[in-house]
């Protein structure tokens, strides 16, 4: 009993006898806790609150629209489709009454897809509306709103002006900041409305939303929910595949008829005018008999018929302006029914499009929160195991160094009977308490401080709402694990390494390290131009190589977290800069009208030459799905095809320093590139096609091919018309953009306004959640350095205590003692800080690959303020520590110190 009394006040005297020691591991675990659990819980975080948004909502799953509306027959269809649910709704794109601000309205849905009420009530009578939550601002309830569409002839509203009865959240929409593009005013939507069934004037529905069964309860972002959602909608892809075809035909039959009873209408128009004009040729005939008729008349009779002869010569006038208005009349309607009946000939198949959250138009909010979490998820995959192993390497050394202060003490337990377990369990329980503590710190301010700072960054602008906190107990138990490995494992075996000795070697004190020659010594011209100070700390660095490896990796693994953390946040600023200034340099692309008349093209062209404009190019482009299965599932592709041999001004295709043109083959985007695999000379499956890759251009967001019309017509067999402008303006500012965009739009000849802008928007939301996130790993690795240099410090000084008394006794002074032991400190983080920037390019380079969402690529160059400020923060550290060192060893007894082993 004495004697597990005795031993439990030495383990208790081991705690508190050492401090510092014992703060710097469960510092250090701390923060590998906190590192690993703060990014490993974010994204589930924000993925539940994002899911219980989308449950109480009861989100679509899929949704169908057709460029030419959904008919009965396809009403019919869907509503057969076993396991779903099916309701279809209207919508379309108008602009509010300043002419720019562009508002898709929806009407009113009633079981999926519901929208959520933050102020008012939703619309209940004709002409009430409900207006997006973030335009609280601009709008009130109980204000009227004007809104007018593109083209007024073909309006699909009864009414123009509506109510405001309440502000809601969208379930299709996430973002409040980026809503994706817009058919009307400016080509990007400002936000959304909620209006009655009734008020649209349309024969079919715009969109049918489904509800599956077999995707209830599934987490949206999960891989069991994507790979679901994806068999389901190819599934209803192959249902629809032929009603393309039986749609078109119906359309032309009901076209037809229509324009027939219009030919119809003309013809008796035509007929009735021809009747008109022979009673005007008749008219006028008998009139000029009367006229020439005057002069017979007597005198008294002349005038009263000549006043006579003149208001009917008027009359005739008049009819011959109205018969003229109504030939005018009827050539206009020839002209349009003629136009009308080429069109209806010139009809395509319509296309039926199934979208997913994150495909329909305005779900970037789900392709922000996708991309946002993943990042997130990539980063606490890695950051962390560098952390941890780190503070490994630090806790093994500080463990070792422990261990060595106690081993006369043990030798004392085992000469009073103690087993070797029992000693060893003393430096287990030390470092078991020191690393729990830290990792249970660690993972609380994890849960609570981390991942709430990050959330809030990514949930900022979305309508989610706050991210409610929940405590993972498997990421917490998993940063334990870790934390003891890193804290428990080097004290058994450092432990058990150094205390299998018997007692008697025990209480012996420890033979100091032997010193041997170094190669510096050989290389004699040097070696002889050293000072005594210089040389003894050359000799003393490959002294103690164990405390040399584990300062140099300490100061190496913090550089390089520091490094990485900072390269991030260089990376992710540079692509703005690069992509949208540099590479595309166009402000605008315009999607042209397939409808639009020679008059309305031309008058495009002539709007494209005005003042405001810098520059314009016509080119053909089309979207094209690709696949990339087992990686990052359907993406967007744009293929962009030229008359030219490149695309400049408007884009820069280059690799490296090198300017690309556009020859035989495709120049794809490094991206892409990347996802499929594809090096130079290889081929590209893409819409059936198999595309040879010339070259492999730099670019940050999205997927481009670009290729020539040899190489088109070569791949596809013939030369599509050119579709698309890109617009580049005399000022690209954001004002300008926005004023330029809105003029295009409402171009008869537009179908759609794409701002370079949006794209960088969706980079935007990427880059705050990374930059937020890396600021706090930035702060922990500077941590992370000062904890490692000074318990590294701290253990080279108490080791070497009676040595530095030495010399103190032989006469060096205070500076030149504290000299003696920090150049070693200094010269070993100088190793270290070099080591680190290398280790932290390539640990650099590997993140921004691993953490770049689908459509992203990070800027692989960095500013040189990522090399200076890992270096500047650690001689920061190094220069305070040599203070601190300095007056340590002034207050040191150097006489006790020399008498210690006594």
Do not use: C
């Amino acid at each position: 009993m004495v004697k597990r009394k005795i031993y439990w006040k030495d383990l208790l005297q081991s705690f508190t006898s050492s401090k510092g020691r014992f703060l710097s591991i469960l510092i250090l675990m701390m923060l590998g806790s906190l590192a690993l659990v703060g990014l490993k819980v974010t994204s589930p975080n924000i993925e539940a609150s994002a899911n219980a948004y989308l449950s109480t909502a009861k989100t679509f799953d899929l949704a169908l629209m057709s460029n030419y509306g959904l008919d009965s027959n396809d009403q019919e269809e869907l509503e057969q489709i076993e396991g779903a649910e099916v309701e279809f709704g209207y919508l379309t794109d108008v602009t509010m009454d300043n002419g720019q601000d562009a508002i898709r309205l929806y009407s009113k849905p009633e079981k999926i897809s519901n929208f959520q009420v933050t102020e008012g009530r939703l619309p209940q009578e004709e002409q009430e509306i409900a207006l997006a939550a973030h335009l609280h601002d601009k709008y009130s309830l109980g204000q009227t709103i004007t809104f007018k569409e593109k083209e007024a002839s073909s309006s699909t509203l009864k009414e123009q002006t509506f109510t405001i009865t309440g502000f809601v959240h969208s379930a299709e929409m996430l973002s409040q900041r980026d809503l994706g593009y817009a058919g009307s005013g400016s080509g990007t939507l400002t936000g959304y409305g909620l209006v009655m069934p009734s008020q649209f004037d349309e024969k079919v529905y715009s969109i049918a939303r489904l509800k599956y069964k077999n995707l209830e309860g599934l987490n949206s972002f999960s891989t069991d929910y994507e790979e679901t959602v994806k068999q389901d909608q190819e599934e209803l892809e192959k249902l629809l595949s032929d009603n393309g075809k039986a749609r078109l035909e119906l359309v032309k039959k009901e076209g037809q008829v229509s324009l027939d009873k219009g030919q119809e209408r003309i013809r008796k128009a035509q007929e009735n005018l021809q009747e008109g004009k022979n009673r005007l040729s008749s008219a006028e005939g008998r009139l000029q008999l009367q006229e020439s008729q005057l002069a017979l008349l007597p005198q008294t009779q002349r005038e009263q018929v000549a006043s006579q002869l003149v208001k009917a010569r008027e009359e005739l006038t008049k009819e011959k302006e109205k018969l003229a208005e109504a030939e005018k009349s009827i050539s206009q309607q020839v002209e349009k029914l003629e136009r009308s009946q080429k069109n209806l000939d010139n009809l395509t198949e319509p296309t039926y499009q199934v979208y997913n959250r994150q495909t329909i138009p305005g779900g970037q909010g789900y392709l922000m929160y996708s991309n946002a979490t993943s990042s997130i998820r990539a980063v606490g995959n890695i950051f962390p195991v560098v952390l941890y192993a780190v503070a490994a390497m630090v806790t093994f050394t500080t463990m070792a160094r422990f261990v060595d202060e106690e081993r006369t003490n043990a030798g004392i337990f085992k000469a009073l009977g103690y087993r070797s377990k029992d000693i060893i369990a003393k430096f287990l329980v030390y470092g078991l308490v020191a690393g729990t503590i830290g990792s249970i710190i660690g993972s609380i301010l994890g849960h609570y401080v981390l991942a709430t700072v990050i959330a809030n960054v990514i949930t900022k602008d979305m309508v989610v709402g706050p991210t409610p906190i929940h405590f993972y107990w498997s990421y917490s138990l998993l940063a334990l694990i870790l934390t003891w490995l890193a804290s428990v494992l080097p004290a058994y075996l450092v432990a058990g390494r150094e205390l299998h000795d018997e007692a008697a070697h025990l209480l012996l004190p420890k033979p100091p390290v032997k010193g041997s020659k170094i190669l510096l010594e050989k290389v004699r011209f040097i070696w002889r131009r050293m000072s005594f100070t210089h040389k003894v700390t050359a000799r003393n660095i490959f002294r103690y190589k164990q405390r040399m490896l584990m300062t140099i990796f300490g100061v190496a693994g913090s550089v390089a977290l520091l490094f990485a953390g900072l390269g991030i946040q260089s990376s992710v600023a540079g692509v703005p800069s690069r992509q949208f200034e540099q590479i595309q340099q166009y402000q605008l692309l315009l999607a042209e009208n397939n409808s639009a008349t020679k008059q309305e093209k031309a008058s495009l062209e002539e709007m494209l030459k005005g003042p405001d404009i810098k520059a314009y190019q016509k080119i053909y482009s089309k979207n094209v799905d690709k696949d990339f299965r087992g990686k990052v599932g359907l993406q967007t592709v744009t293929l962009m095809m030229t008359n030219k041999e490149d695309l400049t001004p408007f884009i820069h295709l280059q690799e490296g320093q090198k300017e690309l043109q556009l020859k035989d083959g495709a120049v794809i985007t490094a991206k892409l590139a990347q996802l499929a695999g594809i090096k130079i000379g290889q081929s590209l499956e893409l819409d059936g096609k198999k595309i040879e890759v010339a070259a492999i251009t730099e670019n940050y967001v999205g997927h481009f091919i670009y290729m020539n019309q040899r190489s088109y017509q070569k791949i596809y067999g013939q030369l599509p018309e050119k579709n698309t402008y890109l617009v580049s303006l005399q000022d690209p500012s954001q004002t300008s953009v926005e004023k330029q965009a809105g003029l295009v739009m409402n171009q008869a000849a537009v179908a759609s306004v794409f701002q370079n802008a949006s794209a960088s928007r969706l980079f935007d939301s990427v880059a705050s959640s990374l930059n937020q996130t890396m600021t706090i790993l930035v702060l922990v690795s500077v941590l992370l350095a000062i904890v490692i240099l000074y318990n590294l410090t701290n253990i080279n000084v108490n080791e070497r205590i009676r040595e530095l008394s030495t010399v103190k006794v032989l006469g060096f002074h205070n500076k030149e003692v504290t000299f003696y032991i920090y150049r070693e400190t200094m010269l070993l983080s100088l190793v270290g800080i070099i080591l680190g920037l290398v280790s932290g390019f390539y640990l650099h380079q590997f993140l921004i690959q691993m953490i770049s969402p689908a459509t992203i690529l990070f800027y692989p160059r960095v500013a040189w303020e990522v090399y200076a400020l890992p270096i500047g923060a650690v001689l920061l550290i190094l220069i305070l520590l040599g203070f601190f060192v300095n007056h340590h060893l002034r207050k040191v007894d150097m006489l006790e110190a020399l008498k210690s082993i006594d």
